[in-house]
């Protein structure tokens, strides 16, 4: 009946949002991959890299872009 579908659906949102943290997981931690590497590759503090450029730069890799 109508329960089924409705736990149906509660199962399908809880595994998007389980596959969204995943995802959105991976991205950050590559993000502060790339900064690391370039506080490497251009002598400076990691702090001194723009992290939301880092972001930018994960999400585009992510993408496939």
Do not use: P, Y
Not at 25 to 54: H, L, P, T, Y
């Amino acid at each position: 009946g109508s329960s089924s579908t409705t736990d149906d659906t509660e199962t399908t949102k809880t595994t998007k949002q389980a596959a969204h943290r995943k995802r959105s997981s991976r991205v950050m931690k590559r993000a502060w991959q790339i900064r690391r590497e370039a506080a490497i590759k251009f002598g400076c503090k990691v702090s001194e890299i723009n992290f939301s450029e880092c972001l930018k730069l994960a999400w585009s890799e992510e993408k496939g872009d």
